[in-house]
């Protein structure tokens, strides 16, 4: 199993283990899947050296919060940091202009 | 900042299919990564581009980057014609796919969709195995980061807590 990435000028090529995995793990409130949650088709996954690398640094305890959230709360939570964001870049800009 | 309320408010007000895809049905899922736009899967048939044209009419939408002065009309043959759009509009950026690499078509990613309910109103949004499957399938270093979070977060949901 090969997995392929382009970053535009090349491509590189790196191995894979396909794996089976059964997510039976909950949804969330406010989310009804649509259809059985593991199609068939759907049930292999890759383990990607390069993801699993990266998956060292994330920060887990604040995906635990957010899991602890409805979905309309984090969505609220993600404009909140939007606009705090957009506030803070005006302030940036602000006060570049005024030296 | 894109009103993502108010753009999922105007497409289902029009009863527009669509699913949600992209950093924000990441952000549903309980990602911590922010996006600048809003990324649908629209069902391309002819009742559903008129419900797109109705829906974003009033938001002026057009091509993200095009210099002014482009023939662009809003309209149903503009969206026959062409598959994916990426646009800015008057409540920001808005990006609809007919097709998306690793998923496929609106139908075709249907039964890897959940319902829910954001801003009071009903959406199907991509679940996340196969929202993993698509970001992976698309390959863009940009995604790695992205892509690991989002199987720390599954990794979380199958593990009992």
């Known amino acids: 199993m090969v997995n392929r990435f382009s970053t535009g000028r090349e491509q590189w090529h790196i191995p894979a283990i396909a794996v089976d995995w059964d997510c039976t793990g909950s949804y969330d409130r406010g989310m009804e899947p649509t259809a059985p949650l593991n199609p068939k088709d759907d049930k292999i996954e890759y383990l990607d050296p390069v993801i699993e690398a990266y998956k060292k640094d994330i920060d887990r305890t604040m995906l635990r919060e957010n899991l602890k959230k409805t979905v309309q709360e984090r969505v609220d939570a993600f404009i909140d940091f939007m606009k705090a964001r957009e506030e803070c870049e005006r302030a940036g800009e602000a006060a570049r202009e005024r030296r | ?161």
């Open chain 2, 1 to 161: 900042m894109t009103n993502f309320r108010e753009l999922i408010e105007r497409l289902t007000a029009e009863k527009t299919e669509f699913i949600i895809v992209g950093g924000f049905a990441g952000t549903i899922h309980g990602a911590s990564r922010s996006t600048q736009d809003l990324d649908i899967v629209y069902r391309h048939s002819p009742e559903n581009l008129q419900r797109i044209v109705r829906a974003l009419e009033p938001c002026t939408p057009y091509p993200r980057g095009a210099p002014p002065g482009l023939p662009f009309k809003w309209e149903r043959q503009t969206l026959e014609f062409g598959a994916n759009f990426t646009l800015a509009t008057k409540l920001g950026f808005i990006d609809l796919l007919e097709d998306i690499t690793g998923g496929g078509t609106y139908l075709q990613l249907l039964p890897f969709t959940i319902q829910l309910t954001v801003f009071g109103r009903d959406c199907l949004c991509l679940d996340l195995p196969k929202l993993i499957q698509v970001k992976h399938a698309a390959g863009r270093p940009k995604d790695f980061d992205a892509i690991a979070e989002l199987v720390a977060l599954r990794d979380e949901r199958s593990e009992p807590r």
